[in-house]
């Protein structure tokens, strides 16, 4: 008898554990669902893209509110590379950013700040203001170079489906202190979400004509296929 009562009570232990740990499971608040298409939004990944003359290699980690990315770009013609290192902080929808991108000829330094404003469930804006310098070497002088301020501003307009998957806008005008010029460029693009944690995408980039010391730059577009992992 007394074996029975000791079993008896094991199971009602057991028992009174387990509805605990349902209970306090579904009290527990959901987690928030991440659309990776949000430039604030916290997660890491690891991605590649190319275009007609790049092949890209892409990942970013999450920290908290603190977001660390790394891009690796090849040229298909030359075999140059060149890349950009990022560093975001995101608090309460406003965010900081330090860019570092370049080659071996050019080399630029972006500090921003980014608003998200959330319109609704679906619909976001996120203006965006950065201030920084550039420096290019000059053609057959080693170790010269011309070096101007820049200032940069866009907005970034994104619609996000219930599903996870993302359409996108960002117009942006970056300002050349010592040419006096402006270059004027539009993205637009989207992701679709294949898996929860695998996404395909496309995105073109266009760049308006400006002027540079060397002669006007030509309008430029180029189209980007995308596939990333999330983890």
């Not at 201030?131 to 619609?159: F, I």
């Amino acid at each position: 008898m007394s074996k029975l009562i000791a079993k008896t009570s094991i199971i009602a232990v057991a028992t009174c554990a387990l509805l605990s740990l349902n209970a306090m499971a579904a009290e527990a608040p959901a987690e928030e669902k991440v659309n990776y298409g949000d430039p604030t939004a916290s997660f890491s990944t690891v991605g590649v893209s190319t275009s007609k003359d790049v092949d890209q290699i892409s990942g970013m980690m999450g920290i908290g509110n603190n977001m660390y990315q790394l891009d690796l770009n090849r040229d298909k013609n030359t075999g140059d590379f060149s890349g950009r290192g990022r560093y975001f902080h995101i608090t309460d929808g406003l965010g900081y950013s330090v860019d570092v991108i370049g080659d071996a000829d050019t080399q630029t330094l972006l500090g921003g700040l980014m608003y998200k404003f959330q319109l609704s469930d679906n619909v976001s804006i996120f203006p965006m203001l950065s201030l920084g310098g550039t420096q290019t070497k000059r053609p057959l002088e080693n170790d010269k170079y011309d070096r101007s301020s820049l200032v940069q501003a866009g907005v970034y307009a994104m619609y996000g489906f219930d599903a996870g998957h993302w359409l996108y806008a960002n117009p942006k005008s970056t300002y050349h202190v010592k040419n006096e010029s402006f270059i004027n460029q539009v993205e637009v693009g989207g992701g679709f979400m294949v898996t929860d944690n695998i996404s395909v995408g496309a995105k073109v980039e266009y760049t308006a004509a400006f002027d540079t010391p060397q002669g006007r730059m030509k309008e430029d577009t180029v189209t980007w296929l995308q596939a990333n992992y999330y983890f």
